[in-house]
């Protein structure tokens, strides 16, 4: 953790269009050149976190305390601000490939172009740039996969092409929602390893949103654990089996485990209370 | 409680053969399982097996009786099926009543309240959300009724296919515990495909490792941890499955 | 989404499609443009059931001392050449084109699902046999089609009808096809499957109520055009014969004096472009009603 912080956001609310109830309410954390875990389950809140940081959510009514990027204020950046920060220092990667990456074009075409997007420079130099990231990110043959369209790579593939895209600017926070979800288990820990490897090398603050409690352990500094729209618990990642929230032990009691015991799972008692206090 | 046998089942589409030729037997009342990445056809298996897809050469066995010799009705007694995603596998337009007692009508099962609420009961379920529609209900809740519909006709065997992959931490461990339950109540054999190494070792006595439609190899449960497993495929799933639980 | 008032359970008991009907009925009341729509149809609806109470003179009732009056007191749209009165016929008219509206609808909304849903259910040779039928029908433009069809059978009202019915079907069921064939590889069909449900018994309960909102628009949409369609046989001659007080065929008749008697021409074409316009804007509305985003919320 460094002093100056990448993103600061404090008490960050927002509630979608129609919703009687809020998805986020009052969530603060600062995140410097670190890897930050979100956690939570389906309706938390954790994924409305990320797209609020980003302000991909324009119709939700959002507040927030204080939201700032590295000296730009988030909560008063107009569109074309956003625009102009949105992939070039700040870039989100999403759990499935096959839905972000556009079907009709080729691949390595879609990360050149992502580049000149924010970069001024000639179609060559972007094309190198492009198979030297495709090269970074661990793609064997880069100059071939750079030809191939979505639907020819594997999942674990497009991922870590979606992973080229979304470095290549050099971005200073990058925000993962689920990037490895809709992996298998064997493609997954690599696609983490390089994406792990990137982000220290760089020193690029990460913000990996998921509800797999093994997978921030792994591979996060900080974990922050969401429970209907609030942070119930903040831990280091290492002493995470020492959580003391009862959301938190109940979420890790509730997996399963490699040569764990037989005995039927200890199933989560929700309690009320939970929304009701105070962030920690 | 019936033994299940699946010998030389094969298919293909066109000029893709999804299964070259799988075979494997589940003992009478066994939970087997089926993992291997993504498109390797664990669930095609399933899908082969409950004749779901009917173009494959092979057999698959209950018993003595073969699924291709059944009649329908038998087949439908015989097996059944839990689908991975409880959002896609309950009719949208139809109640929880419905859905549950359309089986029941085909088959002319009588006392059809007395076994809509004791199915109700038996997946922990309120009797009162008979009324309700798919979107009333949480994910947990539908899978719930998923496994009602599914055990409804009493089957011997019932086919999992990812059952709680679609679903939060805390609400898989509800389905496992819910599931383990009506196996030692009702007494079903059992073939749970799961690409989470951790589920299958919790449910299951043994497991196949499946790779691009071939079962590479067969495994005791003990095999995860005591490093018994013989193919690289097998040794590589089972190694990425304990780093990525970081109990290794 | 769920109401834990003790209105809202015994809202429940009641069957669900009463529920989505009420709640269909209130949005398209909300939104101006269908609400238009809703209200020419109720005022059709009304007028044809109370058809002898609203008209002021008999429809037939010829008065040859009195042709081609133009509107006043006694005649509220005037007179045509044999004297009869307009308004009463145009009011007499509207159960003659509701009975269209009304007939087309059970032939052709049944016949399209049937034809669509069966061929997108299963396939292969069964698919390929279906849809060519429905191609051919498809390759003429309607117009023709049902004036072959009335050529054949005769002109009459019921003839006009079979006509009509016969070549608004292709399209119906091109849209239940594509509806079924997106459903068909749906879980909780497989489920259907593996309980022992017959592919009658899985059309029937499991994939026509999921087809019936985009045939439904389909249908309202198409209402206009049938409309029209019965309103241009019965211009040509072929449709409702005289005296019949059929829109189209007043049309007809009133065009050979329309440079002198507008009234003739306007109230009929004024009658039939409301209602057209109406069923399309209430099939737009129905359209955004029936969307399953908004189901969503029911």
Not at chain 2, 74 to 99: A, I, K
Not at chain 3, 231 to 254: C, D, H
Request: net charge neutral; charged share 20%.
């Amino acid at each position: 953790m460094t002093s100056d912080p990448i993103l600061d956001v404090q008490g960050l609310s927002l509630r979608y269009p129609g919703a009687a109830e809020p998805a986020v309410r009052g969530v603060s954390f600062t995140l410097g050149r670190e890897r930050l875990g979100i956690v939570g389950e389906s309706g938390s809140g954790k994924s409305t976190v990320g797209r609020a940081i980003m302000k991909l959510l324009p119709d939700a009514e959002m507040s927030a305390e204080r939201m700032r990027f590295e000296g730009v204020d988030l909560l008063r950046a107009s569109e074309a601000q956003m625009l102009k920060l949105r992939g070039a220092r700040m870039s989100m990667i999403l759990q499935d490939p096959k839905y972000s990456l556009n079907p009709i074009r080729r691949c390595g075409d879609q990360v050149a172009e992502a580049y000149r997007t924010h970069v001024r420079c000639s179609k060559r130099a972007a094309h190198d740039k492009a198979v030297a990231m495709l090269a970074a990110v661990q793609i064997r043959d880069p100059e071939r996969v750079y030809g191939l369209y979505p639907h020819e790579v594997s999942g674990g593939m497009g991922q870590r092409i979606m992973i080229a895209m979304m470095l290549l600017t050099d971005p200073d926070l990058v925000i993962a929602d689920e990037p490895t979800s809709a992996l298998d288990v064997t493609v997954r820990l690599q696609v983490l390893k390089i994406l792990d490897d990137l982000v220290k090398e760089r020193g690029i603050g990460l913000i990996m949103i998921s509800h797999d409690l093994n997978l921030v352990r792994n591979f996060c500094d900080r974990v922050l654990i969401m429970y209907a729209g609030r942070v119930v618990e903040t831990l280091d990642a290492r002493d995470l089996d020492r959580a003391t929230h009862p959301y938190t032990r109940g979420l890790l009691a509730a997996q399963p485990r490699i040569g764990g015991p037989r005995a039927p799972l200890p199933v989560l008692q929700r309690d009320p209370s939970w929304t009701m206090e105070a962030p920690a | 409680m019936k033994p299940l046998r699946i010998e030389k089942m094969s298919i293909r589409f066109g000029a893709v053969t999804i299964l070259p030729e799988v075979s494997f037997e589940v003992a009478p009342g066994e939970c087997f399982g089926l993992v291997g990445e993504s498109g390797s056809g664990k669930s095609t298996v399933l899908r082969c097996a409950s004749m779901l897809l009917g173009t494959w050469s092979g057999d698959a066995k209950v018993g003595d009786r073969s699924v291709r010799e059944m009649d329908l009705m038998e087949r439908c007694r015989t097996l059944q099926m839990v689908f991975q995603d409880p959002y896609g596998s309950l009719h949208p337009r139809h109640s929880v009543r419905t859905t549950l007692s359309e089986p029941l009508k085909i088959h002319r099962l009588g006392d059809t309240e007395e076994r809509l609420a004791q199915a109700m009961r038996d997946v922990g379920l309120p009797v009162d959300f008979l009324d309700r529609y798919p979107h009333q209900l949480s994910g947990g809740q539908r899978q719930r009724v998923a496994i009602a519909r599914a055990l409804i006709l009493e089957p011997e065997v019932l086919l999992l296919d990812e059952p709680t992959s679609a679903l939060d931490v805390s609400v898989q461990a509800e389905i496992l515990n819910l599931l383990v339950r009506l196996r030692e109540e009702k007494g079903f054999t059992c073939v749970m495909v799961s690409h989470d190494l951790a589920v299958i070792d919790h449910m299951c006595e043994r497991f196949a490792v499946m790779k691009a439609g071939d079962i590479v190899e067969v495994l005791p449960r003990e095999a995860i941890l005591d490093g018994s497993a013989r193919h690289p495929y097998a040794q590589e799933l089972i190694a990425a499955s304990l780093a990525y639980e970081g109990a290794a | 989404m769920s109401e834990t008032t003790p209105a809202a359970e015994t809202r429940r008991r009641r069957p669900q499609s009463l529920i989505a009907a009420g709640n269909i009925l209130r949005f398209l009341a909300k939104t101006p443009t269908s609400a238009f729509g809703l209200l020419v149809l109720a005022v059709l609806i009304l007028t044809a059931l109370f058809a002898p109470l609203i008209a002021t003179h008999d429809p037939y009732l010829q008065d040859l001392t009195n042709t081609l009056a133009p509107p006043d007191s006694a005649h509220l749209f005037g007179t045509d050449e044999l004297g009869r009165d307009i308004f009463s016929r145009l009011v007499h008219g509207s159960r003659i084109t509701l009975t269209i509206i009304f007939l087309v609808t059970i032939v052709v909304g049944p016949l399209g699902l049937l034809v669509g849903t069966v061929a997108g259910y299963f396939g292969g040779k069964t698919d390929v046999a279906l849809m060519r039928v429905t191609d051919i029908f498809l390759s003429f433009p309607s117009l023709i089609l049902s004036l072959a069809f009335v050529a054949a059978l005769g002109p009459s009202l019921n003839n006009a009808i079979i006509a009509i019915s016969l070549t608004a079907w292709p399209p119906i069921a091109r849209l239940a096809r594509a509806e079924t064939m997106t459903f068909r590889s749906a879980d909780y069909i497989a489920a259907a499957r593996l309980q022992g449900a017959s592919p009658a018994r899985i059309i029937w309960k499991s994939i026509v109520p999921m087809c019936l909102p985009s045939v439904l628009i389909r249908l309202t949409l198409n209402m206009a055009t049938v409309i029209l369609t019965a309103a241009g046989l019965g211009f040509l001659g072929l449709g409702a014969q005289p005296p019949m007080p059929e829109w189209g065929a007043m049309i007809a008749t009133g065009r050979r004096y329309m440079i002198d008697s507008w009234w003739l021409v306007t109230f009929p074409g004024l009658a039939i472009l409301s209602v057209s316009l109406a069923f399309n804007l209430l099939g737009d509305g129905l359209r955004d009603a029936l969307d399953p985003k908004q189901m969503m919320k029911r």
